[in-house]
């Protein structure tokens, strides 16, 4: 697979793959704007499936468990610029906002497709990753902040998820795993979205499964398989049903 990155600082990079796709199940430390050049992405969260392509922009919240399949298209590489909006980063810029009410957290992703401002605020990255030697922090602040700024103009329900700084609080361990089980993710990474030390969450999983988180989450993805396997050959067989007649 040739997949190629190019960062201009650790939270701005200009990312390509040139293969036939990419799939793997991830959970974003930081907040994540994508800025598509060509290609094309499916993400698949617990409730919803998103399809990108060239031109749109979105947000996807951190700590958001999700399959990412990302695609050619064309003879176009499936290309992206990307920015992290780290937590750090987002506190400074809190830190002079007055925020009316409680922020109440938002897990969906935000589309902000071909909006001009946004647009152009990522597309003047492109000539910066040609430039040699260590790219200066202090304009990869103001890239980074104007596009924070212009998040928030666009999208005043934004600050649900930018201004949110809390970590994941204790929630209901049966709801989650039920909701989530077919993502790949270790188990500390389960335990850290439940509110819970690894410790914690392995003993939680026994009282509440009668069973180990390994076991019940292999039993679970093979019945999901089978019932996958059963409904492509059902609608095979409505096709060629169809076919007879």
């Not at 200009?14 to 799939?23: A, C, G, P, R």
């Not at 992405?41 to 060239?54: G, P, R, V, W």
């Not at 924070?148 to 666009?154: A, C, K, M, V, Y």
């Amino acid at each position: 697979m040739d997949h190629i990155s190019t960062y201009l600082t650790k939270e701005i990079k200009l990312s390509s793959y040139d293969d036939k796709l990419f799939k793997s199940d991830l959970m974003f430390d930081d907040h994540m704007l994508i800025w598509f050049i060509s290609g094309e992405t499916k993400i698949i969260l617990a409730e919803a499936t998103y399809y990108f392509k060239t031109g749109d922009i979105f947000l996807i919240p951190r700590n958001q468990l999700a399959t990412i399949v990302n695609y050619p298209k064309n003879g176009q590489p499936h290309k992206t610029v990307v920015m992290h909006l780290a937590t750090e980063r987002l506190k400074r810029f809190y830190e002079k906002i007055e925020l009316k009410g409680r922020v109440t957290p938002e897990q969906t992703i935000f589309s902000f497709t071909n909006h001009p401002l946004l647009a152009s605020c990522l597309a003047s990255l492109i000539p910066y990753f040609d430039v040699r030697g260590e790219f200066p922090e202090s304009i990869a602040t103001l890239k980074i902040t104007e596009a924070i700024t212009i998040l928030r103009e666009i999208d005043k329900t934004v600050d649900s998820v930018l201004a949110n700084f809390d970590e994941p609080g204790k929630i209901d361990l049966i709801d989650f795993m039920q909701r989530n089980f077919m993502f790949n993710m270790p188990m500390e990474k389960l335990g850290y979205l439940t509110g819970r030390s690894l410790s914690t969450f392995n003993r939680d999983f026994r009282k509440f499964f009668n069973t180990t988180p390994q076991k019940w989450l292999t039993e679970k993805r093979l019945e999901l398989a089978y019932y996958q396997l059963a409904k492509k050959k059902e609608k095979t067989h409505r096709s060629i049903s169809r076919s007879r007649f």
